[in-house]
């Protein structure tokens, strides 16, 4: 493990764009692309605008890689594992909701699943324009905040994400729970009017 993080490592912004795109694509890294972009950050601080760069890059590439699979094919699995009530539900709420579940675990820098939602958003239909809007949309904002957190605090950055985990943490409920508002009162003439 130890030769991959320095061969990551060593192909600096590449590396990165090569481990976002892995772990986009289903590979599961949890922590993986964030820690390695505040790593290349503070060593390498010339680089860390570039490396914020491969890893929205990397990230998309994969994200697409798994929304075109499940737009090819997604739609026939769904169908077979929403013919319960639960599954009817949840198939309704991914459909009314897709954008935001993709949005959510793919802004904040805690481990949140995000491949079943891009998968949904791939088998129900979302433009591959506005998932992929969402996804930068997301996406460039988290890392290029972690690569800046990785300039301004140097080796630091790591222990003050830890310290203050819970902060974090509370923030993201706070966004969801607004996000989900939002949505809500959006829906409302929606659900009104039917």
Known sequence: MRSL??????GGPFGLLVLAA???AGIPLPGG?????????????????????AAI???????????????????????????SPRGRRLRIWYQRYGLITVFIPAFLPIPLPLKIPVLCAGALGVSRAA????????????????AWLGLQ????AG???QAHAWHIL???AVLAGLLYWLVRAADRPTREAS
Do not use: C, Q
């Open 5 to 10: 993080l320095d061969s990551l490592i060593a």
């Open 22 to 24: 892995l772990d986009s």
């Open 33 to 53: 692309v964030d820690g390695l972009l505040l790593l290349l950050s503070v060593m390498r601080p010339a680089t860390a605008g570039m490396a914020a760069a």
């Open 57 to 83: 890059t990397g990230s998309l590439l994969g994200n697409l890689f798994l929304f075109s699979l499940a737009k090819r094919g997604g739609e026939e699995y769904l169908s077979r594992h929403t013919i």
């Open 131 to 146: 998932f992929l809007s969402t996804l930068a949309a997301a996406r460039i904002p988290r890392y290029f905040g972690l």
């Open 153 to 156: 605090m140097g080796t630091d």
């Open 159 to 161: 222990p003050w994400l």
């Open 170 to 172: 509370g923030v993201a």
